[in-house]
Every structure is written in structure tokens, then in C-alpha cells.
T-cell receptor
Framework: DGGITQSPKYLFRKEGQNVTLSCEQN?????MYWYRQDPGQGLRLIYY???????QKGDIAEGYSVSREKKESFPLTVTSAQKNPTAFYLC??????????FGPGTRLLVL | AQSVTQPDIHITVSEGASLELRCNYS??????LFWYVQSPGQGLQLLLK??????LVQGIKGFEAEFKRSQSSFNLRKPSVHWSDAAEYFC?????????????FGTGTRLTIIP
């Protein structure tokens, strides 16, 4: 089946710790995205990438980092600089200038 | 910058009744418009999209939406809701200049279905 997978489903972070969220797609899409979702708010774009080895900051990139070494993978690292990381994180992919399709999400909680 | 307003935070509808969810956008040109649905703890599923052409768009699960340029609206409708339609619904707008790299989402409308 083609689709987008995110792991883990739940992730716990300790103070001062960096954590990495995984996003993999087998749709052969060029573009990939990371969004953050908080209760009562819409999705906010963290980072996006239109091609391997290139990515751009979204609206709320501070405290986050990404890499795009392979077309099918776009991991997101939540660094210790992100002071309020508790949220639901959604990964998406698309052909460039086409519809975005979303993964099932990762819920990040702070211990 | 573009923006999306979903004025209804929460709507309750009886099963079998009709539904309309409102979406207004602010953008200087013709946007790409989307409706997504999200069940609790899940990702977003695309219901329908408008890029150009016919302003009445049909989607999955019996949903439709109408693009009204004069009102800057893209309201979602369904003639008869089912209990399985209970979820959160998000309207989104994309920039036509850059395709979908810059999707802006509304804050969502939570739909509750009562028997």
C-alpha cells in the first residue's frame, strides 16, 4: 500500500533532550512537510522540502531542525531550544504544486 | 498574507439532517482551496479541493463545496449526515503562485452528531 508513515505514535521528551520524529513516504512525492497542531488552532507549518538536500523554514521553525537526505524520508528533530514542544505533529507529502496528503501523526509529550 | 476563517468552532447536528460548514478566506488572487477531515488522534484526510473550473466541487463521503468568489467563501455541505461524520473539519488555502508549499489552515470546526 502506498502511503505516509510516522513513528512513533507517542513520544516522550525529557527536559533538555532532543528527540527525532520519523516520516517516511512511498508515494514517490518530491515535496514533504511538517506541521504542528495545537488544540483550538489550525495546523502551522514548521518546515518543508521540495527536493532532496533542500528545505525551507515555515512559520514556526524556531527550535526545530530537519534533513532531507533521501526522497522518501523527512525526519524532524525537536531540539531543547523548543520550550513548548507538547503538540501533535503531522507530516505530509505531495507532488510539487499538488495536493498534500497527511500521515497519521505523532503526539509529543514532555515528562 | 492569506488567512482562513472558520467561524464555527463547534456544530451539533442530528443524524440525517443537512450540514453546512463555513469557510472564508482572505487572499488577493484565486486560491487553491481544500477541505480536510480529521478523526480524533488521526491524520488529515482530503475531502475535496478546488483549483479552477466548476465552482461546485464534489468530494468523498457525499460532501460537496461551492467556491463563491464574490463572498470569498468555500462552504462545505452534505445533504444528510451520518454518525460516522463526527470529526473535525479543516478548510485550507494555498498560494497559486507557489502551488501548495504554503497551505494556510483555518482553526477547524468540530462536528458532533446526535441521534
Amino acid at each position: 500500500d502506498g502511503g505516509i508513515t510516522q513513528s512513533p505514535k507517542y513520544l516522550f521528551r525529557k527536559e533538555g533532550q532532543n528527540v527525532t520524529l520519523s516520516c517516511e513516504q512511498n508515494l514517490n512525492h518530491d515535496a514533504m512537510y511538517w506541521y504542528r497542531q495545537d488544540p483550538g488552532q489550525g495546523l502551522r507549518l514548521i518546515y518543508y522540502s521540495q527536493i532532496v538536500n533542500d528545505f525551507q523554514k515555515g512559520d514556526i521553525a524556531e527550535g526545530y531542525s530537519v534533513s532531507r537526505e533521501k526522497k522518501e524520508s523527512f525526519p524532524l528533530t525537536v531540539t531543547s531550544a523548543q520550550k513548548n514542544p507538547t503538540a501533535f505533529y503531522l507530516c505530509a507529502s505531495s507532488e510539487v504544486q499538488e495536493t498534500q496528503y497527511f500521515g497519521p501523526g505523532t503526539r509529543l509529550l514532555v515528562l | 498574507a492569506q488567512s482562513v476563517t472558520q467561524p464555527d468552532i463547534h456544530i451539533t447536528v442530528s443524524e440525517g439532517a443537512s450540514l453546512e460548514l463555513r469557510c472564508n478566506y482572505s487572499y488577493g488572487a484565486t486560491p487553491y482551496l481544500f477541505w480536510y477531515v480529521q478523526s480524533p488522534g488521526q491524520g488529515l484526510q482530503l475531502l475535496l479541493k478546488y483549483f479552477s473550473g466548476d465552482t461546485l466541487v464534489q468530494g468523498i463521503k457525499g460532501f460537496e463545496a461551492e467556491f463563491k468568489r464574490s463572498q470569498s467563501s468555500f462552504n462545505l455541505r452534505k445533504p444528510s449526515v451520518h454518525w460516522s461524520d463526527a470529526a473535525e473539519y479543516f478548510c485550507a488555502v494555498g498560494l497559486t503562485n507557489f502551488g501548495n508549499e504554503k497551505l494556510t489552515f483555518g482553526t477547524g470546526t468540530r462536528l458532533t452528531i446526535i441521534p
